[in-house]
């Protein structure tokens, strides 16, 4: 079953406005990551934040943790065209301590020219 | 640094019939992961390894699905007899060694149709 879920779905921008993600787990974490998947290619990651700590950037990159509502969004300032992706967190909320990753359904984002 | 390597890119296949996937992680690289991912969703985790152990298996439709990974390398996904449902996409990832803490690098995938 999926633990993540992203909100919205879908996200459709102009170039240079900010983008907001968010995605809500369920179980307890040890970090949340976000992965970033251009159309028809594999994965690549993008930040981890572990579950005690509230704020992390990374160039243009924010992504906050907030434990207590077991949520998290992603923050993409000065958005480019080339930023369009789909957008997936994963946990690791995993009872067997195997580190298994955990995705949601993703988040589509569309940053217009 | 050479990245995950994956073959072939794209199968096409008629339902009962066999397919495999090959991948070949990064090197050094002691965890390795297969995914499933249907159109729309995220990626769902097959079978993770630990070296040449299996470390999570749960969710793989052991009936029709196999993945070794042999001599803690290479390894390879093969499903038999393949299903409607089958089609996907598989992506191949590797991780350094704490699945918790480092990150995990993925393949381009295979796209599977099943017709």
């Known amino acids: 079953s999926q633990q993540g879920e992203e909100d919205p779905q879908a996200l459709s921008i102009q170039e240079g406005e900010n983008a907001t993600m968010n995605c809500s787990y369920k179980t307890s974490i040890n970090n949340l990551q976000w992965y970033r998947q251009n159309s028809g290619r594999g994965l690549v990651h993008l930040i981890l934040?572990?579950?005690?700590?509230r704020e992390k950037h990374s160039g243009r990159l924010r992504v906050t943790l907030d434990t207590s509502k077991k949520s998290s969004s992603l923050l993409i300032t000065a958005s480019r065209a080339a930023d369009t992706a789909s957008y997936f967190c994963a946990t690791d909320g995993d009872e067997g301590n195997t580190g298994k990753l955990i995705f949601g359904q993703g988040t589509t984002l569309q940053v217009k020219p | 640094e050479a990245g995950v390597a994956q073959s072939p890119r794209y199968k096409i296949i008629e339902k009962r019939q066999s397919v495999a996937f090959w991948c070949n992680p990064i090197?050094?690289?002691?965890?390795l992961y297969w995914y499933q991912q249907i159109l729309g969703q995220g990626p769902k985790l097959l079978i993770q390894?630990?070296?040449?152990?299996?470390?999570?298996d749960s969710q793989l439709p052991k009936d029709r699905f196999s993945a070794e990974r042999l001599k803690g390398v290479d390894s390879t996904l093969k499903i038999q007899p393949a299903k409607l449902e089958d089609s996907a996409v598989y992506l191949c990832a590797s991780s350094f060694r704490k699945p918790h803490t480092d990150t995990q690098y993925f393949g381009p995938g295979t796209r599977l149709t099943v017709l």
């Open positions: 090197s050094g690289h002691a965890t």
């Open positions: 934040i572990r579950s005690n700590e």
């Open positions: 390894f630990q070296n040449n152990g299996v470390v999570d």
